[in-house]
């Protein structure tokens, strides 16, 4: 038997059995990872809180065969409100969805979590339009998830100060208007080509500091959508929802 500690967000949860839960979390160095919780829908459970969706939690696991069991839950947060209202929590849960789809499990450094949890943090506290937050966690679970697009300027001629940049979302890489961008790929303008290169590329720390006037937000959301769907080839359900109460 394996027993292992680490910390994680609850990505989704699964009732199983008369009050146990099947528990998916992002963890900070195994990526994701299923586990059984047993008796956890009982509310005096010891796992009852650390194993609900959106909880950040100290996890412990106890490892049998090809059996995971979580038997200590310590809740390090709770994302309250994220509740607050609808549109925030349809973000939150497509993010936990796209983390579940890209982060495979094994051996991780750590950073789709902080990624996750530093994307919730901002849908809490409405600090940062909820659109950047959305394109930021999209790009760099894509770039994570070896999907990152090539950002070193245009493929034909190299240039990277083009006023307009066009992204062809099947093949990862930029094209400029002289190079028959137009005909290739979603189009970004300088401003906001030069936002998903950073948030593609900058050092972890750096990628929320991003600035964006407000007439390239939505091009870079519009863009890091397509661009998401198009390298990962499926649908989410949770962004449909989303998409219908926005
Ligand atoms: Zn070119």
Known sequence: M???????????????????????????????????????????????AGTQTF?????????????????????????????????????????????????????????PLRLLLNSLHFLCSRKKPALLIKAITELRLAALAGYAPDIDGCCMCGTEDSAHMYLDCNEGVFYCKTCGGEFKGAHLGHAAFAAMRHIVAAEFDRIYAVRLMDDAMPELSAVAERYMLSQTERGYSTLTFYRSIE
């Open 2 to 48: 394996e027993v292992f500690n680490t910390d994680g967000v609850v990505l989704k949860v699964r009732h199983t059995g008369e009050s146990d839960r099947i528990v998916t979390v992002l963890t900070r160095d195994r990526g994701v990872i299923s586990a059984f919780a047993k008796a956890a829908r009982r509310p005096k459970s010891k796992l009852h």
């Open 55 to 111: 909880c950040y939690a100290d996890l412990t696991y106890s490892k049998r065969g090809d059996t995971l069991n979580i038997t200590e839950a310590a809740v390090k947060e709770v994302f309250y409100d994220l509740n607050d209202d609808l549109k925030t929590l349809a973000l939150a849960q497509y993010f936990c969805q796209l983390a579940e789809e890209l982060i495979p499990p094994g051996d991780t450094d750590g950073e």
